[in-house]
């Protein structure tokens, strides 16, 4: 016979984990390491990509 698997709905605190602070305005900003910066208009920029979901920035420094 074949094994059965227990099947369960998510909690709420479970589909939100990672995304209400995001959501909310609260982003973990990290320069990305693969592109440094970048010249445009001779001004530096860097890209800055959140931890927690995905989102990117660019901040002329």
Known sequence: MSE???FRRKTAREK???KTL???GFHKWEAVKERPFD???GK???LYRCRR???TQI???
Do not use: F, S
Request: charged fraction near 30%; aromatic fraction near 0%; hydrophobic fraction near 35%.
């Open 53 to 55: 979901c995905g989102a």
């Open 39 to 41: 010249v445009k208009e």
């Open 59 to 61: 901040r002329r420094t």
């Open 4 to 6: 059965i698997i227990p």
């Open 16 to 18: 939100a984990r990672g």
């Open 44 to 46: 530096l920029l860097t």
């Open 22 to 24: 995001c959501r909310n």
